[in-house]
């Protein structure tokens, strides 16, 4: 199984991108994915997810209202549009074919993607 994310940038507070996930070696139709970030010095986190047994999808409150997680089932690519972006959103973002809510304490699990830089500011 392999991930491949990109759409990161460098992007100014208020502004959007949109990240994609590219998928292979596994049917997105069965399998959950996930967007986490980490920013330098913190650990790793979730941003979102999707669940793969009926669709389910979580965020973080931090990014609520904000985040958009969607997939393609027929392109086995999944996507984070992030809207109003903040400087507290600058992070490597990764992908992954697993759900985990809160602090990421181990990536033992599922299997990730090498992360997108994205930077917000001014």
């Known amino acids: 199984v392999q991930l491949q994310a990109s759409g990161g940038g460098l992007v100014q507070p208020g502004g959007s991108l949109r990240l994609s996930c590219v998928v292979s070696g596994l049917s997105l139709n069965d399998a959950a994915l996930g967007w986490f970030r980490q920013a330098p010095g913190k650990e790793r986190e979730g941003v979102s997810c999707?669940?793969?047994?009926?669709?389910?999808?979580y965020y973080a409150d931090s990014v609520k209202g904000r985040f958009t997680i969607s997939r393609d089932n027929a392109k086995n690519t999944a996507y984070l549009q992030m809207n109003n972006l903040k400087p507290e959103d600058t992070a490597v973002y990764y992908c992954?074919?697993?759900?985990?809510?809160?602090?990421?304490?181990?990536?033992?699990?599922?299997?990730w993607g090498q992360g997108t830089q994205v930077t917000v500011s001014s």
């Open positions: 999707i669940s793969g047994s009926n669709g389910e999808i």
């Open positions: 992954a074919t697993v759900c985990i809510y809160g602090t990421v304490r181990s990536t033992s699990f599922g299997s």
